[in-house]
């Protein structure tokens, strides 16, 4: 049997300026999406695409559940965990292998 893993992660666009908070149970394919610009909605409008911030978890009902809480957070909140994980905002989606 083999195990899924739920992430929640936090985007941003070239210049830092949007943040975006998404939970998947396929961050390499969802980075695709996201890098292609493949889904209509906020990230491809925003050009959002650079991974900063990514937490897994065993289950869809914890990673949900996270994924709320950062939502409710404030901006600087995000930015602390950003700035906590990544200090230097490196796209950390150039790190997966997603092709």
Do not use: C
Not at 35 to 62: C, I, S, W
Not at 63 to 74: H, L, N, P
Request: charged share 30%.
């Amino acid at each position: 049997m083999s195990l899924r893993h739920y992430y929640v992660y936090i985007l941003t666009n070239k210049n830092k300026t949007v943040l975006y908070t998404g939970v998947t149970s396929n961050i390499k394919g969802r980075m695709w999406q996201h890098k292609h610009k493949v889904l209509d909605g906020f990230t491809k409008r925003y050009n959002v695409d650079q991974l900063m911030y990514l937490e897994v978890f065993p289950t869809a009902m914890e990673a949900i559940t996270r994924e709320k809480q950062i939502k409710a957070g404030s901006r600087q909140r995000k930015i602390k965990l950003i700035n906590d994980y990544n200090p230097s905002w490196k796209d950390l989606s150039d790190d997966l292998d997603y092709e």
